[in-house]
């Protein structure tokens, strides 16, 4: 069964950075496309940024400069720093397999003074 | 850019009934498409990939239908857990990105 675990979320300041991360089960990071999508709070779904199994990366428009995403094969974890945080990046972040086919649970990121 | 727009905004229906929800793009995007479902405090459901195929463990009840830039879910008969939030969202392979509609609330009536 595949289970998807995030952590990492929190409040940080306006030009802060965190470091979220995603615990994968029952398949393996490396062999699967893997997303990061968030959502504001009372909002709709954002499509974050992609990790191609070949190791491509890409990014949304928004973040790209600031957010990378990557993983540790041997941990079969997924990561997403973020840098460079603003105020509209408080969201609650999810990993999903592929472009969204089984997602975990979320982290909330909250960016505030 | 394409845009994904979903109508309508709220749909209200009682169990039991017919659900028909709306996504429309602004450009032809084949049957790139797929569904989701949101549940207050959980995170999106894959229902239907690429228009049309149900996602493993969706009940037939759920179907999905068009192509190029007009698209549709169809619940057939509405059951107390399908009162969600449904966004669309188109997979784009270049460059590699996806789009997500503003979303439908369906609600109790």
């Known amino acids: 069964e595949v289970q998807l675990v995030e952590s990492g979320g929190g409040l940080v300041q306006p030009g802060g950075s965190l470091r979220l991360s995603c615990a994968a089960s029952?398949?393996?990071?490396?062999?699967?496309?893997m997303s990061w999508v968030r959502q504001a709070p009372g909002k709709g779904l954002e499509w974050v940024s992609i990790l191609y199994s070949g190791g491509n990366t890409y990014y949304a428009d928004s973040v790209k400069g600031r957010f990378t995403i990557s993983r540790h094969n041997f941990k079969n974890t997924l990561f997403l720093q973020m840098n460079s945080l603003r105020l509209e990046d408080t969201a609650v972040y999810y990993c999903?397999?592929?472009?969204?086919?089984?997602w975990g649970q979320g982290t909330l990121v909250t960016v505030s003074s | 850019e394409i845009v994904l727009t979903q109508s309508p905004a709220t749909l209200s229906l009682s169990p039991g009934e017919r659900a028909t929800l709306s996504c429309r793009a602004s450009q032809n995007i084949n049957t790139y498409l797929a569904w989701y479902l949101q549940k207050p405090g959980q995170a999106p459901r894959l229902l239907i990939y690429?228009?049309?195929n149900r996602a493993t463990g969706i009940p037939a009840r759920f179907s999905g239908s068009g192509s190029g830039t007009d698209f549709i879910l169809t619940i057939s008969s509405l059951e107390p857990d399908d009162f969600a939030v449904y966004y669309c969202?188109?997979?784009?392979?270049?460059?590699?990105?996806?789009?997500f509609g503003g979303g439908t609330k369906v609600e109790i009536k």
């Open positions: 029952g398949f393996t990071v490396s062999g699967n496309y």
């Open positions: 969202q188109h997979r784009s392979n270049w460059p590699p990105r996806a789009t």
């Open positions: 690429d228009a049309s």
């Open positions: 999903a397999t592929g472009w969204g086919d089984s």
